[in-house]
DNA sequence: ACAAAAGTGTTACCCGTACACCCATGC
DNA sequence: GCATGGGTGTACGGGTAACACTTTTGT
């Protein structure tokens, strides 16, 4: 490692490290994926103190001195899923930093924990199993959690008493920071091509955007959008077998290109 | 402060803080102001080690325990310029954390130091002076500060050799994400009208497109898209009195509405 | 034949672009 | 009058929303 400009040497020689009351830091992972047309996270049930018995989201400690937070976030996403996401290629992204002092109980201990929530998103993730050190894990659809009355109790202190499991934490705040991300991101890039397994169809396309908000663009002007935004989508020369229990017409198969972003945006009528 | 769904207290009891190693937690804020036409960032001079002589974005440290990383930006805002931003009203928002373990040179004495990086703009902020624990501090021209250059050799751990002023830690790379971050959003929210003073006219908004941008709308085109935003500004019934020197019909002046984004975006010709 | 899904065509309209033009003021 | 800057009018063209329609397959 180069030296990075640190100034004179003789200021480290004599520099106090534990002048400064110290921190921990962690990550958060909002780990995205569209299952049965819904969009799903992926939480995990605490099997530890503090909040043993909640949902929250994966997430662990930044190994201190070796470590950014995002190859933490790699490794953490390595270990929750099973997966080498470095090899997967999925989408990886910071959403924030949480720093309220109470949103860690352990505070009240002397911890001050900080939290940078990155958000990740892949198509078709295996339901985790081994390698996962929470007692249960598996994705729940983002619409059952009731993000937003959660929110409001965190914000406004009080608990959430309410059929949706119980997150713990401010990870319902940070999961509804990472949907709207995701949410408005959908608009104006092709990040939707990450949700789908290659090759997809356009109708396999389209219904990420059902998923994640609810409705979706004319499927006639959603086809020419895609299509003619550069790069958004190479097709094959395939076409997938339609399911035998229905009919319609065998649809060509694409797979992602290399364009980041639609310009002009996506815009269509909400529900 | 109420309880925050700990989990047990037994807990807590035989909790120790210790376990994990300590990082440090600092803020720091790339405050944009436009002067003269131009995009500027307010930069201290260090006047201390790490990085003494080099110039940096204000920030500080985060209490530990007592102040969320955005309670401990808006103190530092109040410290370096002079002014209570709660009073001020202007706009602040988290751009990222960062990070990597060797950011900072300290990490050789075993400290390794995470930031929170704020964007805060505001207009005609005074020239920083009293308040300020830096030896020196001036708004510099973002364009004068070679930040490509800059941060491609931080991130190449090279050092910067150049006329513009050598930037400390990591901070071309976070600089380079706060600009890019306001570019962004110019097009997409109401934050122009953040950086001139009330009351102001069409041709002042105009121009902090051109000062963040190099380039600006069609005026004709900028009129009409603004006035037709509901609640992009708002028109008061003066007119500003023409300078002496010059000619030209007394504009009519505006306040800033309550509106946050403009839809559908901005888009013009760029150079 | 019918249903289901993929894919295409057509039209009307909105909105932004470009640019010409008019207005108000100071010298 | 003339220069300067604010403000308005308008015709053209591209893009997209809306929806009807055709094609391909399975039962």
Known sequence: MTERRPGEDTFLAAYDPTAFPPFALTVDLAIFTVRDGLLTVLLVERGDHPFKGYWALPGGHVAHGRESAE????????????????????HLEQVGTYTEPDRDPRIRAGLHVASV???????????????TDAARAR???????????????????????????????????????????????????????????????????RRVYQAVWGSAPDLANFRRKVLKTPGFVVATNEHRAVASDRG?????????????????????ERE
């Open 71 to 90: 190859q933490a976030a790699v490794r953490e996403l390595g270990e929750e899923t099973g997966l080498d996401w470095t090899t997967v290629g999925g």
């Open 117 to 131: 929530a990155y958000v990740a998103l892949a198509p078709n993730l295996p339901l985790p199993t081994a390698g």
């Open 139 to 205: 994705f729940w659809p983002v619409e059952d959690l009731s993000l937003d009355t959660q929110r409001a109790a965190w914000l406004d202190r009080q608990p959430y008493r309410g059929d949706a499991p119980v997150l713990a934490y401010d990870h319902a705040l940070i999961l509804s920071h990472a949907r709207d991300r995701i949410r408005a991101k959908l608009e104006y890039t092709t990040l939707a091509a990450q949700f789908v397994t290659e090759p997809f169809t356009l109708a396999d396309l």
């Open 248 to 268: 319609g017409a065998p649809p060509l198969l694409y797979r992602r290109g290399d364009a980041q972003r639609i310009d002009p945006p996506f815009t269509w």
